[in-house]
């Protein structure tokens, strides 16, 4: 293993009955990285995790973490790798304060209790049962508990799944503040949005096995198109005079709602035509190729959360 590498998986396989969950993955993560794995649901996102943090057993293939193997060290490593619990696993009559002393004991040399609940804006609630809080409150609270030992490695499966947008926000700052810390953190997430805002790079798994590793901007370039216009036509879509259009790679229309796909000014490119042609367009929008839109062109399909192809 190189000795910069915080994760380093080699061939893993992970196989329930007969479903190949995990098939032939290997990645190797630096010390500092935010790594992101995304992938539609069933793609073998936690069982990757899961083998990486010791929790399943692979079939086949080796991991280390900061050089240990999680199956064999697990006492050794449950020092230095943080994991995300679900919720559902902690004590639900124990407060937050009780919790969080609950977990500093597992740990040879652990954040302060107040730091910990601080960090993650749950001091006014500290004396608050578990089954009390909100979900966001006790999704922020399994957060703190994943610190609870200063890890150097953490994995955070889901971060901000059913948060709201400030709690979402700071979630991200945690994170952000963790890379400074020169934490390596490996995120398994749906939410384009985050990926895109917080990771290094990426691994795309789709049935299991790695399609596609790049920095997000890397993984965008992959699209075909890098912009697209929409908008709204009351009269006939002028297709054929789009498609003849400089830039424009392709036009989809449905139900008076055009898409244009294409590079350079696009928006320009086409409002001239539009004008020029004496079609009336609405709402329109301009954008740049997403994630969303790398998850579609390499896997052919939109991630589960985003069913609309419509877009
Ligand atoms: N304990 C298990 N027993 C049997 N099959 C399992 C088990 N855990 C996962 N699987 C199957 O293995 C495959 C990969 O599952 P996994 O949970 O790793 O995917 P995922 O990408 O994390 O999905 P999700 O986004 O839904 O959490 C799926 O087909 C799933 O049904």
Redesign the pocket.
Known sequence: MSSSSAVEADGLH?R??S????DDVSLSIASGEVFG?L????????????LIAGLRRADRGTVRVLGLDPWQDRARLRQVLGVQLQSSHLHSALTVTELVRLFRAFYRDPLGTDELIESVGLTDSRSVRFERLSGGQQQRLSIALTLAGRPRVVIL??LTTGLDPEARRHMWSTVASLRDSGVTALL?S?AMEEIERLCDRVAL?DA?RVVALDSPSGLISRVGFSRRVTFRVAEAVPVGLLEKLDGVDQVRADNGRVVVEGRGDLLQTVSVALVRAGVVATETRSEQATLDDAFLALTGRRP?HHEDVSR
Do not use: F
């Open positions: 992970k329930y009955g479903t190949v969950a995990v794995i992938g539609r649901n069933g793609a073998g996102k936690s069982t990757t995790v899961e499966d889901e398994v749906h798994l299991g589960d």
